[in-house]
Each structure stands twice: as C-alpha cells, then as structure tokens.
C-alpha cells in the first residue's frame, strides 16, 4: 500500500521552530523528487521546498530561503523540513509530494499553526 505520512505539525510561537517528517511506504522512494506544499485557510496550495531523488539539488520558494531547509535519508524513506524563525503567516497545512515521470503521490498533510 502506497503511503506518505507528515508529522511533525503543531502550535508554535512566532520565531519558533518546527521540524516536519514525511515518511514513504510502498513505493521506491529513492527514485521520487519529493516538495513541500502549503495550503493556508482561502488560500490556494503554494509551493515550499523540493529535493532531488538523491538529495542533492534542493530548491526553495523565495519567503521560505534561509528560514526552511529540506533534507531526506533515503534509507529510512523520510523527507525533512526544518522550519525556523516563523511567522505567523507560516500557518498552514503542509503536505508532501512525491513525484517522477509517470507516477505522484500526496500524503494527507501535518497542521502548523504559528501564533502567541
């Protein structure tokens, strides 16, 4: 069975820090670019971070550069985000994305909530 599962989310005050995790099961995982969406309350999804398959090209969206990192261990099938200095307006769903030609998957999305 294929899986992505976030974890990670919660409440946190603002300049605090999050690390998010998404793990894979039932699919090669070491084969699939993987990224970081968000979808705030009457926003559309806007894209965070990606990675490579091997981790070696990482691409952020501009608001997030040098506040987020993304990182993976392939051998545990697990993609990171470490979130750092947020703001209030990081407050969001996050979902991971998995993706190669031919094949994406989602996973069902961790809640930030950034607040005091």
């Known amino acids: 069975q294929v899986q992505l599962m976030e974890s990670g989310g919660g409440l946190v005050q603002p300049g605090g820090s999050l690390r998010l995790s998404c793990v894979a099961s039932?699919?090669?995982?070491?084969?699939?670019?993987v990224a970081w969406y968000r979808q705030a309350p009457g926003k559309e999804r806007e894209f965070v971070a990606e990675?490579?398959?091997?981790?070696?090209?990482?691409n952020y969206a501009n608001s997030m550069k040098g506040r987020f990192t993304i990182s993976r261990d392939n051998a545990k099938n697990t993609v990171y985000l470490q979130m750092n200095s947020l703001k209030p307006e990081d407050t969001a769903v996050y979902y991971c994305?998995?993706?190669?030609?031919?094949?994406?998957?989602w996973g069902q999305g961790t809640q930030v909530t950034v607040s005091s």
């Open positions: 994305n998995a993706i190669k030609v031919g094949s994406e998957y």
């Open positions: 039932g699919f090669t995982f070491s084969r699939y670019a």
């Open positions: 990675i490579s398959s091997t981790g070696g090209i990482t």
